[in-house]
């Protein structure tokens, strides 16, 4: 396909303006001199029809959930329903400034303040702070609430227990908040090893993060223990809520015994996030732990919503503002939409979806472990590794067939994984569609590998060094000199 520059001809133009009906000036009149750039801009001579017609080509190249299935697994990529899109545009909402008085907010903070209201419930937790702007700022800040509970207590401790199968912003957030972090390795089962957590666990020991379902798609079915020796070691228990859309409505944070949980809206509640955002990364916490919560929260007096700023334990303020706002617009319409009586059915289709999955695939890809998966399964293509085919070469082919490809590559623990999360939303014509080509493609490996190895056969960009592609973009033409 063609850049922009490389269509049309000199003297060509987009756009045609009506005759003059005021003074014609020289723009040296208008503008000092040394304003006035001294060559033309660079700038592509296309018609109009030209114009649409190259972006919209160029739409059409860009893979998005109205298109077709997204199976990302350890994102949630799920539908959003329209209707949030219209909540988010309604203009009370989409024309507020966050610098406008409380009185003329009214609106706006009474929505956040029923969010904290659902949050609580669908937690379990005694107090939610929707000022994290993503799912690891909302890590770093329970972190941060962590700390100041503890140095409030007399000693901050040193270290934060992060098992290998957690997600790779953990340990760094830990980080960032001060502590010390050792990892623990998981069971042959995929679980947190409790025998592994008992040797490093003592009073040095701030806290102890666990995804929940963790990253293999399992559900940690000895957290109830796992949670008493932690609090008896004076820890607290984090859990990473990313994916909290297996657990909607069957089971809270708060009745596992986790102190601290960080919910991403965008992923649990429906927001399109490919690309790295808009996010929204509310934490909850227990509490004891409520007076250390970020400034300001929302509260509510008669029929006043207002800021309360006054909350002298509290770690202070983590955003300028309070979050994305439009993603809190979308999750709470999300939530109202769906109502208490539906909400325990996105986790459960979510789940059936996964192991249909992973039942299909299963004897054409390795299952490195077994048991029942949650919302999202993990394979690995270690049997087609053996035929020179990685995991990347399966999901460069996988695009040739109209999907898009799952995670691969994570979890870290697991060779050539493949990780599918189908979430709640796709039909079962879709996820059979999904495993026609997977399989298919597990038989081109065993007859001609190279047809893997070599995809995507049908996009207009083939393989990219991706490493120079994030270190050295190019992001701007430059015309090519005479």
Known sequence: ?????????????????????????ELSSLIPADLIKKEDVNLPEVSEVELIRHFTRLSQMNFGLDLGFYPLGSCTMKYNPKLNEETAKMPGFLHSHPLQPE????????????????????????????????????????????????????????????????????PASAALAGYDVTVI???????????????????????????????LGLFEKDIVEISRLIHEAGALLYMDGANLNALLGITRPGDMGFDVVHINLH??????????????????????LAPFIPVPTVEKDGDRYYFDYNRPQSIGSIHGFYSNFGVLVKAYTYIKKMGAACIHDISRNAIINANYIKKRLEGYYTLPIAGQSMHECVFSSKLQKE????????????????FHPPTVNFPLV??????????????????????DVMITIAKEVETTPDIVKNAPHTMIVKRLDEAQAVKKPVLRWQKPTQ
């Not at 994290?132 to 000693?155: C, D, K, Q």
């Not at 990685?390 to 996988?398: C, E, F, L, Q, V």
């Open 185 to 215: 390795k998981s069971t042959r089962e995929g679980l947190v090893d409790i025998n592994e957590l008992k040797k490093v666990l003592d009073s040095d020991c701030a806290a102890v993060m666990i995804t929940n379902p963790n990253t």
């Open 1 to 25: 396909m063609k850049l922009i520059f490389e269509t049309g001809a000199p003297g060509r133009r987009s756009y045609s303006l009506p005759a003059l009906d005021v003074p014609d000036n």
């Open 387 to 402: 035929k020179g085919v990685h995991a990347w070469d399966i999901s460069k082919r996988i695009q040739d067939f109209g």
């Open 414 to 435: 697991v060779e050539e994984a493949i990780m599918i999360e189908p979430t709640e939303t796709e039909s079962k014509e879709t996820l059979d569609k999904f495993c």
């Open 267 to 288: 992923k649990t509640f429906s927001t399109p996030h490919g690309g790295g955002g808009p996010g929204a990364g509310p934490i909850g916490v227990v509490e004891k």
């Open 103 to 170: 009185h003329l907010s009214q609106g706006s903070l009474k929505l956040m303040y029923e969010l904290e209201v659902c949050l609580k419930e669908i937690s379990g937790m005694n107090r939610v702070s929707l000022q994290p702007a993503a799912g690891a700022h909302g890590e770093m800040s329970g972190m941060l609430v962590i700390r100041s509970y503890h140095e409030s207590n007399g000693s901050p401790r040193k270290r934060v227990i992060i098992p290998d199968s957690a997600h790779g912003t953990n």
